[in-house]
């Protein structure tokens, strides 16, 4: 039977109880059905026996399961219901006849009919997380082969909602003119986008990931959840710690733009910035803040927008950053502002993105927001479609780019958006190395340098100061040999470097060629002994660092500290790809549940992570803003865990022989050349640099094996 058959006398509205909603629409609807979506506000499986006859049918005559998102609130029978049906072997010796539940089964038997139907696959569930209000559509989509009808109104998918509530839903049934059509078509896309995961405002999560999450409620009629309650889920199913309710606080629906109480940026340790944001407003609000790692570039950049604001009203501000891993913690850190920012990179797509954007002009148009934050990584900042939606803003907007130097890039610099007002860059080391045009072309853009707080200046007073210890070991012959081949191959092809020529074969030889010196096999034996000459209560917020050149280092890595039980977890791009992920992964290092993280390069900018206070790095690049953004990564405060300083652990790369006093020809004092520009710039801030055997007597040796003579080479 078709749905046109199906429903051929249907009413346009049904008044609920005194109409039968069920026996006319519901039941038809879903034997008819190829298949069958429902998104509810409440859910209880009382409701599975108001429809017995017709799911029945369903589950006969398609092999699709029926798809419901719910709310997280559902009785406790029900959730227990659910849990059984995720756990298929406490359902053994449950049978139907036909091996299907009837109609009888599912009226008499609804939790067990449940449970069922969620291990056999034939009902599918999702739970809806709202930011801080209710979901509560009622909608049920019956599709056959060519049609569509949509049943909606105000009835949840319980015993009383569709058997004894006063309650009204109407029915568009798609092939009777465009008015329905729409409708149903409206309907079927919204359900579509939260099954797929939902948007900004409302999350989707499945089942099992909900159940695992405790993000289930018990529902209780005496006191429904408000939104408060909503609020509080959603900041859990983000990963995100409990705030104070609004309603504590200030009326509901208030935003108000407040720099934090706690926050002294004028005196202090960190009066820096408060000198940093009155030299980007003396500066006509356009420039680069050159502010190291740790020295709290992301409230210095809030508290320059806040500024801006006091002077220009209702402000839309844009946050870009590199990695979502990035774009999280800037929305973590925005909202102690008083702001409710938007994550980007979870809308689906541009069409969902453009869909956030509109919201927020339409607010700050209305006056319903002091300021909108959207932030978003920097490959959406560099789209078209993006920069468009954002012009469409006729009020004055901010750019804030976390991390800048990676703006310097062809990629954004080719046409950079022009849109934007007021623009304010951040970074360690805006000066990009090696790329005097793309430097040249950033400060074009956000405008130079108009303030600096360098590392020197921060150790001692919002850093920790360092111990710093080289560890020296010798290229093995095979090494060398290799080191020697591809130093040949790069000096038939170096005065394309003195040229400016760009030549991709020059830079993977380069690149192969600094791999050799990363990946030194020595290096894992000397990892082992340093880590079994630590005694294991010492080795706690214990970072690795391998090469990003080749995963079969970080493997061995991983391997070894297996090996000896030592607990880690590797923190990659593939583990921050997964917001969810990447935040349990780093609650359980900051907690001591784990002792090592190890990474390649992807905790090098931005993370936040103040426990970190030993660091063995087995692999460096020759670029300085590595340097110190490593050294601000570990060099944080963190009173919490009692950190007073930090240690760094450098596996410096030597040619054979060099340990041992043998006279260096010129390509074994090119791999010393390469190496000893770090250990200096190590050496000289660490506080036993002038110690009995300290760096600045390695800095020495290192020195001492360059004698001889010897002209500077590639």
């Known amino acids: 039977m078709s749905l046109i058959k199906a429903f051929e006398a249907v009413e346009p509205i049904y008044i609920l109880p005194k109409d039968d909603v069920a026996t006319e629409v519901i039941i038809p609807g879903l034997s008819a059905s190829a298949h069958a979506d429902v998104m509810i506000g409440f859910f209880s499986s009382q409701s599975l026996a108001e429809i017995a006859p017709g799911l029945a049918s369903y589950l006969r005559a398609s092999s699709a399961p029926l798809r419901l998102v719910i709310s997280p609130y559902l009785s406790a029978t029900d959730q227990d219901a659910l849990r059984r049906g995720l756990s298929p072997e406490t359902l053994v010796g449950i049978k139907f006849d036909d091996q299907l539940p009837n109609a009888d089964a599912l009226a008499r038997h609804a939790l067990t009919c449940l449970a069922w139907l969620i291990a056999q696959a034939r009902l599918e569930m999702k739970v809806a997380l709202m930011r801080d209000a209710l979901f509560h559509p009622k909608v049920w989509l019956f599709h056959d082969e060519d049609n569509i009808a949509a049943l909606h109104g105000s009835a949840n998918m319980t015993g009383a909602g ?174 102690l502002f008083g702001l409710h920012p938007v994550n980007l990179t979870a809308e689906p797509g541009p069409k969902g993105r453009d869909r956030v954007i509109a919201d927020a002009r339409r607010r700050l148009r209305l006056g319903l927001s002091p300021a909108e934050v959207l932030v978003t990584s920097n490959d959406t900042l560099c789209t078209a479609e993006f920069i468009e939606a954002i012009s469409r803003h006729a009020g004055p907007k901010l750019l804030i780019a976390d991390e800048c130097h990676n703006l310097g890039a062809a990629g954004f610099m080719t046409a950079p958006p022009t849109c934007f007002d007021h623009r304010l860059g951040l970074s360690a080391t805006p000066v990009r190395q090696y790329d005097q045009d793309g430097t040249a072309a950033l400060f074009e853009y956000f405008g130079p340098t108009c303030f600096s707080f360098t590392l020197e200046e921060a150790i001692g007073r919002c850093l920790t100061p360092y111990d710093y210890h080289a560890h020296f070991v010798s290229l093995d012959d095979t090494e060398m040999v290799e080191w020697r081949d591809l130093t040949e191959k790069i000096v038939r092809l170096a005065w394309k470097l003195d040229a400016g020529i760009k030549d991709e074969w020059l830079e993977s030889l380069l690149l192969q060629r600094r791999r050799v010196l990363e990946t030194a096999s020595a290096k894992m034996t000397c990892l082992a002994e340093l880590l079994d000459d630590e005694p294991i209560e010492n080795l706690r917020y214990t970072l690795i660092y391998a090469t990003d050149k080749d995963p079969t280092q970080l493997e061995l890595v991983n391997a070894l500290l297996a090996g000896r039980d030592i607990s880690f977890h590797q923190l990659t791009a593939t583990e921050t790809a997964d917001p969810k992920m990447s935040a349990r992964i780093l609650a359980r290092f900051q907690s001591g549940a784990l002792r090592v993280l190890t990474a390649k390069r992807v905790l090098d900018e931005g993370v936040n992570v103040p426990q970190i206070e030993k660091a063995y790095i087995l692999a460096s690049t020759t670029v300085r803003r590595q340097w110190v953004q490593r050294r601000g990564r570990l060099l944080r405060m963190c009173k919490e865990i009692g950190k007073t300083h930090a240690v760094i652990h450098d596996l410096v790369t030597l040619p054979p022989g060099a340990m041992e006093g043998e006279r260096m020809d010129e390509e074994s004092k090119k791999v010393i050349r390469s190496e000893l520009d770090r250990v200096w710039e190590f050496a000289r801030l660490s506080r036993n640099g002038a110690r009995t055997g300290g760096p600045f007597e390695q800095v020495e040796q290192l020195r001492s094996m360059l004698l001889g003579g010897g002209r500077d080479g590639v």
């Open 162 to 335: 569709l058997g004894r509530n006063r309650e009204q839903l109407s029915i568009a049934r798609g092939w009777t003119g465009d008015d329905a059509s729409r409708t149903c078509a409206r309907l079927a896309a919204e359900f579509e986008l939260l099954w797929s995961g939902g948007d900004n405002d409302c999350i989707v999560i499945d089942l099992p990931t909900a159940i695992e999450e405790r993000l289930l409620r018990d529902y209780k009629s005496e006191r429904p959840p408000d939104e408060d309650d909503y609020r509080l889920l959603w900041r859990q199913a983000h990963g995100l710690p409990e705030l104070v309710p609004e309603s504590a606080s200030r009326p509901a629906g208030e935003i108000v733009f407040a720099i934090p109480e706690w926050l002294d940026y004028r005196s202090g340790d960190y009066a820096h910035q408060g000198v940093a944001v009155d030299s980007w407003r003396d500066s006509g609000w356009r420039g680069i803040l050159e502010m190291c790692t740790g020295s709290g570039k992301t409230l210095t950049a809030m508290v320059g927008a806040h500024t801006l604001h006091a002077k220009v009203g209702p402000l839309l501000i844009i946050v870009a950053a590199p990695y979502n891993v990035l774009v999280q913690q800037w929305c973590n850190e925005i909202e």
